[in-house]
């Protein structure tokens, strides 16, 4: 008996009526039932997002920018996300009533902008108290729990634009401010330049009044040494006119006791008299000129006030009304000033002297001249309280002269305190002339260090600073769609499944076969074949439908193909090998080998992710490997891995091929439970 007419003998048996055709036609299409139509359900799900009805509130109140501009971003991103149409947009008026949808199931989420979403965004631009922009975001794991994932994606994106579109307009702004700086600060410059020359001019100034302060201390120096002068005259003055009232008075009490002797006073009396009258002239010449030498010691007294007055004025100490007040003051306070008075009360002292001497001519005749003694002592007392008159009046004049003296001494002490203030004002005006030429300089340098870039580079700064870091993804290979993603997984996991229900209606071995004499290995592989060719057909026709029908366009179709009937026949022979081999507890290993491959073959999630167990799983089972050359096929990433994996498949076909002999062999030997199975399946 031949491997072939093993086989034939199997398939004419599956195909011997109709309901047997039928089973063989529906386990054909399993596959097909499987992995194409589960593709096909889930071939472009992102692309029928629009079907999802969402919430969408908007109740950002807008904001203005640091340049007045008006921002009204919240309107912004609820129009591009409409305009977008990635989900059904649902525009909802307040966030309870989303809320509320979200937990009722009517939205399958719910985006809320906030009232102060323009506002946080704008609040980095004015460098005050800087808030994020939030978008809030109010998901339901009962509605969908991958519908929570693929939601983060769209408002991460979301705020990537609008953090990208706001961030380029504060570096914008920030730039502007920047070119602002930089010519504000060379006007600052010329400013200062401009401040330096005045602050020169301001020395020049300075110093000239320096100079008028120090002739002006110098002269107030002399009109304190000439009022010192005055007032000694005035004391001398008054002491000689305390010695007239003096002698004055002891002559009225020595001629008021003389004898009344008429006669020989008769002579003395006209001697008296002539004297009395010379002395009068002496006395009133010697007014005239205390007069005249007073107004001439005033007049030039005054000039010198006047004169310095006028030089304080020219220099700006004080005002023309601070001048004429201080004359004012001078005019109401100072008195005359004697001139040559010690000089002409000498003189006439040397006349009293004469009358002394006639008066003591008189007084031998004053017993004489009794009846000429009152009017001799009449004369007397007058010319004595004349003199007292003259005591209180040169006393007068010198006190307003130590007055004089007082007010020219604190007009010395103004004058010193002036002139200090002027060179300290020559000093510190050297300084700030040197201090404002400094500070020229460095603000013209500390304008060139200042950016001022122009609208062209201040647009590509911004764009810089706004999205610093850009990532250019290189694909090397590409699903093209989220259902070509899935085909490798599910077209292997597919082609597992087909097999398996064959094995639910297909023998591996069958008795004939057993009991004929045949080689071990022809009933081993006679067994395997006619699984092979179904397989095979599943495989084919899978392939067929997912690349024509989905639209799948593998970049190496024959390619993929021929791996597909490779994969068949390793999935057939271990299948087969395993349930010949186990018998009906095989059918439970091939289930329990389909869960172990499920988690460890790396279809969906990296293998490596898994736990470390399954790591051991996934290098020893075939799905892994198939699914792996399945994706480089499919998406055209490098084929050197093609011919490993193929040979791999060859191996597991020859290893389910050794199990299905050693079960040819063990079954040759008839048992009590061949004929009563303890169990079956």
Do not use: C
Not at 342 to 361: I, K
């Amino acid at each position: 008996m031949t491997v072939l007419r093993l086989a034939r003998s199997e398939l004419k048996r599956m195909t011997g009526g109709l309901l047997p055709k039928l089973t063989i036609l529906a386990l054909t299409l399993v596959p097909l039932l499987y992995g194409a139509v589960y593709l096909y359900a889930n071939w472009d799900p992102y692309g029928k997002l629009n079907q999802i009805d969402a919430a969408l509130v908007v109740e950002d109140s807008g904001a203005s920018s640091a340049d007045g501009t008006r921002l009204e971003a919240g309107r912004k991103v609820a129009d591009s996300l409409v305009e977008g149409h990635v989900f059904n947009w649902q525009t909802v008026s307040s966030a309870e009533a989303a809320d509320q949808g979200v937990s009722s199931g009517q939205y399958a989420f719910a985006l809320k902008i906030p009232r102060d979403f323009s506002a946080n965004l704008v609040s980095p631009g004015s460098f005050d108290a800087a808030n994020q922009a939030m978008l809030n975001v109010t998901t339901n794991d009962a509605n969908n729990y991958l519908l929570g994932t693929i939601v983060d994606k769209l408002t991460t994106a979301v705020h990537s634009t609008v953090a990208k579109e706001v961030g380029q307009e504060t570096a914008n702004q920030l730039l502007t401010g920047f070119g602002t700086i930089h010519s504000q600060m060379l006007k600052a410059a010329d400013g200062a330049r401009d401040l330096a020359g005045g602050v020169s001019s301001l020395h020049d100034g300075s110093a000239s009044l320096h100079q008028g302060t120090s002739s002006l201390r110098n002269g107030t120096g002399e009109l304190v040494a000439g009022q010192r002068k005055l007032l000694d005259g005035a004391n001398t003055l008054n002491a000689g006119a305390g010695q007239l009232a003096g002698g004055l008075r002891e002559l009225n009490d020595k001629t008021s006791t003389l004898p009344a002797d008429t006669q020989r006073l008769a002579d003395g009396a006209a001697q008296v008299a002539a004297g009395n009258a010379a002395l009068n002239t002496k006395l009133q010449g010697m007014a005239g000129q205390l007069a005249s030498a007073e107004q001439a010691s005033a007049q030039a007294q005054r000039g010198r006030v006047v004169a310095s007055d006028g030089r304080l004025v020219a220099a700006g100490v004080i005002t023309q009304a601070q001048a004429d007040a201080i004359l004012a003051d001078y005019d109401a306070n100072t008195a005359p000033a004697p001139s040559g008075a010690a000089a002409a009360f000498q003189g006439a002292a040397a006349q009293v002297q004469q009358l002394a001497d006639g008066s003591a001519a008189v007084s031998a005749g004053a017993a004489q001249l009794a009846g000429a003694a009152p009017a001799l002592s009449d004369a007397v007392g007058k010319a004595s309280a004349g003199a007292d008159q003259l005591v209180g009046g040169t006393a007068e004049l010198a006190a307003g002269q130590q007055n004089a003296l007082a007010g020219a001494e604190k007009l010395a002490q103004g004058a010193q305190q002036l002139d200090d203030g002027a060179a300290r004002l020559e000093s510190g005006s050297a300084k700030a002339s040197d201090g404002a030429g400094t500070l020229a300089t460095e603000l013209a340098k500390g304008a060139g260090k200042v950016p001022n870039p122009n609208d062209a580079k201040k647009d590509s700064l911004a764009k810089v600073m706004a999205d610093p870091v850009a990532v250019s993804n290189v694909s090397q290979a590409k699903a093209g769609s989220y259902g070509a993603g899935l085909a490798p997984f599910f077209l292997t996991l597919a082609l597992w499944i087909g097999v398996f229900m064959l094995i639910q209606a297909m023998r591996p071995v069958t008795q004939r076969a057993l009991a004929s004499n045949a080689p071990t290995w022809k009933i081993a592989v006679g067994g395997w074949l006619p699984f092979l060719a179904v397989a095979a057909v599943q495989a084919s026709l899978l392939t067929l439908v997912v690349d024509v029908g989905l639209g799948l366009d593998p970049a190496h179709p024959v390619l993929m193909w021929v791996l597909m009937l490779a994969a068949a026949m390793a999935f057939s022979a271990i299948i087969q090998g395993v349930v010949a081999l186990l018998g009906s507890p095989g059918k439970l290993v091939v289930l329990i080998l389909l869960v172990l491959q499920l988690v460890s073959s790396g279809g969906t999630f990296p293998w490596q992710t898994t736990p470390e167990p399954l790591h051991v799983v996934h290098q020893l089972l075939p799905m892994g490997y198939v699914v792996n050359g399945m994706r480089h096929l499919i998406y055209g990433a490098d084929l050197a891995s093609i011919l490993p994996t193929m040979l791999g498949l060859v191996g597991y076909t020859l290893l389910g091929l050794a199990m299905s002999a050693v079960a040819v062999r063990k079954h040759k030997f008839w048992t009590l439970k061949t004929l009563k199975p303890e169990i079956a399946l």
